[in-house]
């Protein structure tokens, strides 16, 4: 398992993928570029492919990331995460339970969950996860299904509540990222301003300079 405060370090600019989002180029080119420009864990997630394509584009991106020390995340789907020897999945409250899926990956593998509310939050702090993922901060049109946004303050309680490391989720980009970064969260969790970017590259750049 990565050490605790390498951990920290390595969420810092978090990218969760998007191929609807991607303006329609190729997801490998848009993490390649984004990876250049300083992100430092990739999330693949993948809610609308079936088993075999999730795999093979997970097989896809694994060469560039490991070149670039970068951990491989899959969204949910520990099955995906075993067969391609992932770093790592985040699973959400309605996923997999914890407890199974770091029973299924061991000890080493990277286990990040994402917390709702004040009440998750202490929930999480009884389990041995990686990661708490905060969601979402502010409203987004990434994710439609999400619970009420924690704001500014409520990151900030929720951060400050958490014995684990913490990534900010949800209406994360070049605005919002440095109020964010100042209520002491770990990292930032990114799609669509980095997906959508007309330069991915420049767009990550810019995020890991906030």
């Not at 009440?119 to 999480?124: C, F, I, N, P, T």
């Not at 014995?163 to 002491?184: C, D, Q, W, Y």
């Amino acid at each position: 398992m990565m050490e605790m405060k390498d951990l920290r370090k390595t969420l810092r600019l978090y990218l969760v993928t998007d191929r609807a989002l991607s303006m329609g180029r190729e997801l490998e080119w848009v993490v390649e570029e984004a990876v250049r420009g300083g992100v430092t864990m990739v999330q693949l997630r993948e809610k609308d492919s079936d088993t075999r394509e999730f795999v093979e584009l997970a097989r896809r991106l694994q060469p560039v990331l490991r070149e670039a020390g970068v951990p491989l995340i899959i969204n949910d789907r520990s099955d995906v995460a075993l067969a391609v020897d992932a770093d790592g999945v985040h699973i959400g409250q309605s996923d997999m339970p914890y407890e199974i899926a770091r029973r299924l990956l061991g000890p080493e593998k990277i286990i990040g969950l994402s917390v709702e509310n004040m009440l998750q939050v202490k929930e999480a702090n009884s389990l041995d996860v990686d990661y708490i993922g905060i969601s979402p901060v502010y409203s987004t049109t990434t994710k439609t299904d999400t619970a009420p946004p924690f704001g500014l303050e409520g990151l900030r309680e929720a951060v400050k509540l958490s014995v684990h490391p913490t990534v900010a989720i949800g209406g994360m980009n070049a605005a919002t990222a440095p109020e964010a970064l100042k209520t002491g969260v770990n990292g930032i969790a990114v799609v669509s301003a980095i997906c959508s970017a007309p330069s991915p590259y420049l767009a990550a750049l810019e995020l890991g300079e906030k």
